[in-house]
């Protein structure tokens, strides 16, 4: 993640510095006055640089939370901040040069709102999940040119290292996303799928609630999977293996491949170390065989009117409403001038959703991201609309 250590921070009003990068209101965590968020538009991105002072030492980095997928934007907005506030810098790993020409067509780097609210699909999609270095995405796109790929991963580096292949080798079918996969196929609608790739993802043994596979994906899986389509597990894990299988055996009607040690057209890095290792690789498929009914319409998410006083928006810091269905938990609070900022997490307790809320002159908003209407988060803006309200 791209920082800087800097001597000392200074506090900048509003400003603009060129067309691409301005900042806006500074934010101040309640609990720590020692945590700063700085609202931040660099191009069409908005999010937050955080400031963390600790022990007489100074970090600006970018708030993971909001956090926009090219780490030029996130670069340009870390030395912008500095240049215009005239920071003395102690140390940085952000490094001052040309982005590669690479680079510069972003087109096909998207984010989750694209997704959420513009794609419309014109053929056939296929997803994979946790690309690493993209040698089985970039080989099954140029093999397959009229299939659309969605490839998402969280990983920096591996994104700009396919996103320069895109680029070189001009593919035009592929769309890069760094997002949860497990939020993301609740977007796509019902039987539009034809295959779902999960190559050799972190197995999680000592966290297993961060695992990709869970019997909620398993069921969005099924649902977005044309008739005949797959979802398909790769995995050196025994563990991993074991666990996957019995999660998609759950499903009261299922069809499952299972096989062991099989070559493929093409291999990972990883893979070619876990056979170098004489590890055995697991292949794990889940056949769709029934049409699904089209996804739920949950309608237009109502708007946050706030009738609530300050001291009693205060209290709702660190408070958790559990409901059936998921949950809304008011995480952290920052005071701004005239208003207040909370970092919510909500929704189902498998697939949170992170982001934050702005109150200010009696309006509610989102800031700096979006909130997927899945199930579970329209239920938990609900009971957010209602506590807001009074």
Request: net charge neutral.
């Amino acid at each position: 993640m791209p920082h800087l250590h800097i001597k000392k921070f200074k506090e900048i009003p509003p400003c603009e510095c060129d067309e691409d990068l301005s900042f806006g209101f500074v934010a101040n965590n309640i609990d720590s006055r020692g945590e700063k968020l700085i609202a931040t538009l660099c191009g069409r991105e908005s999010f937050f640089l955080l400031l963390k002072e600790q022990g007489g030492k100074s970090l600006l980095k970018v708030d993971k939370t909001t956090r926009p997928p090219a780490t030029h934007t996130l670069q340009k907005a870390l030395l912008g901040y500095a240049k215009e506030a005239d920071l003395e810098v102690l140390s940085s790993n952000v490094v001052e040069k040309m982005r590669s020409l690479h680079l510069k067509n972003l087109s096909y780097l998207k984010d989750i709102e694209f997704f959420a609210n513009q794609y419309e699909p014109k053929s056939e999609i296929w997803v994979e999940i946790g690309f690493g270095s993209g040698r089985h995405l970039l080989h099954q796109a140029k093999a397959n040119p009229h299939i659309t790929f969605i490839a998402l991963e969280i990983h920096k580096p591996s994104i700009e290292q396919v996103l320069k292949q895109i680029n070189i080798q001009n593919i035009e079918n592929i769309y890069l996303l760094d997002y949860d996969a497990r939020l993301f196929l609740e977007l796509l609608e019902s039987n539009v799928v034809g295959r779902i790739f999960v190559h050799f993802p972190v197995p999680w043994d000592k966290k297993p609630h961060r695992r990709v596979i869970s019997k909620a994906f398993v069921q969005e899986a099924k649902r977005v999977l044309k008739v005949g389509g797959t979802l398909e597990l790769r995995t050196d894990s025994d563990l991993y293996y074991e666990y996957s299988y019995e999660t998609m055996l759950f499903l009261a009607r299922v069809d499952l491949s299972i096989s062991k040690n099989r070559d493929i057209a093409v291999s990972s890095k990883y893979e070619d170390r876990w056979k170098r290792m004489h590890k055995n690789i697991y292949d794990l498929t889940l056949i769709n065989d029934e049409h699904s009914p089209l996804r739920d319409d949950l309608g237009e998410l109502a708007k946050l009117e706030v009738l609530l006083s300050r001291d009693d928006l205060l209290l709702l810091h660190k408070k958790r409403f559990i409901f059936e269905g998921g949950f809304l938990n008011f995480e952290r609070l920052y005071e701004l001038d005239g208003g207040l900022l909370f970092r919510l997490s909500l929704g189902d307790f498998a697939r949170a959703q992170n982001l934050y809320l702005l109150v200010k002159d009696a309006k509610a908003s989102y800031f700096a991201g979006t909130l997927l209407k899945t199930r579970a988060a329209v239920m938990a803006h609900n009971k957010l609309k209602e506590l807001l309200h009074g």
